[in-house]
T-cell receptor, first 111, second 113 residues
Framework: NAGVTQTPKFQVLKTGQSMTLQCAQDMNHEYMSWYRQDPGMGLRLIHYSVGAGITDQGEVPNGYNVSRSTTEDFPLRLLSAAPSQTSVYFC??????????FGPGTRLLVL | AQSVTQLGSHVSVSEGALVLLRCNYSSSVPPYLFWYVQYPNQGLQLLLKYTTGATLVKGINGFEAEFKKSETSFHLTKPSAHMSDAAEYFCAVGSAGRRALTFGSGTRLQVQP
């Protein structure tokens, strides 16, 4: 199993550009989540999904959209990037309430 | 609502010394508690977890943690630090049926030779 995979590993955007961060898992997990990691702030939940077709907002959802058309994939969209979205983004998957398995992360720099 | 407080954003120990990383949580329901480790430029890796049962849990790399309900704590310990333990450590809280985890702000562990 590949576990949780994320692409790209690193991305530079200009303010106002859009992009999609990809996340896929091959463990047949129902739950998938997106977090952002900023220095001194730990990981903060952006959006999560409890299954295909079901998504909900986390702690810091503004500026991000998600969709879940399949169990395996959970892309995160930035519609109009802002410098405040410079961060490291982690995708995770899990069985309900249990251990979350994390991808390797995407480093995003918005100029 | 759930929250996690990690005391000390940076901890420095000598190689061979005891490692103690502190975590206190708040939860209105029985908590699931986790410690994750993050090495530089990598994702998070599970060290250990507590869900139910024995309150002293053992994890990988010689780490262990004890769930103390009365103190709402889940401190991480290792008897003897190794240089390879240098990393950032995150405590997290969840619960049965909860969709995601709440993380603490992290503790960076330095190990001095």
């Amino acid at each position: 199993n590949a576990g949780v995979t994320q692409t790209p590993k690193f991305q530079v955007l200009k303010t106002g550009q859009s992009m999609t961060l990809q996340c896929a898992q091959d463990m047949n997990h129902e739950y998938m989540s997106w977090y952002r990691q900023d220095p001194g702030m730990g990981l903060r939940l952006i959006h999560y999904s409890v299954g295909a077709g079901i998504t909900d907002q986390g702690e810091v959802p503004n500026g991000y959209n998600v969709s879940r058309s399949t169990t395996e994939d959970f892309p995160l969209r930035l519609l109009s990037a802002a410098p405040s979205q410079t961060s490291v983004y982690f995708c995770a998957s899990s069985i309900q309430g249990e251990t979350q398995y994390f991808g390797p992360g995407t480093r995003l720099l918005v100029l | 609502a759930q929250s996690v407080t990690q005391l000390g954003s940076h901890v420095s120990v000598s190689e061979g010394a005891l490692v103690l990383l502190r975590c206190n949580y708040s939860s209105s329901v029985p908590p699931y508690l986790f410690w994750y480790v993050q090495y530089p430029n990598q994702g998070l890796q599970l060290l250990l977890k507590y869900t139910t049962g024995a309150t002293l849990v053992k994890g990988i790399n010689g780490f262990e943690a004890e769930f103390k309900k009365s103190e709402t704590s889940f401190h991480l310990t290792k008897p003897s630090a190794h240089m390879s333990d240098a990393a950032e450590y995150f405590c997290a809280v969840g619960s049965a049926g909860r969709r995601a985890l709440t993380f603490g702000s992290g503790t960076r562990l330095q190990v001095q030779p």
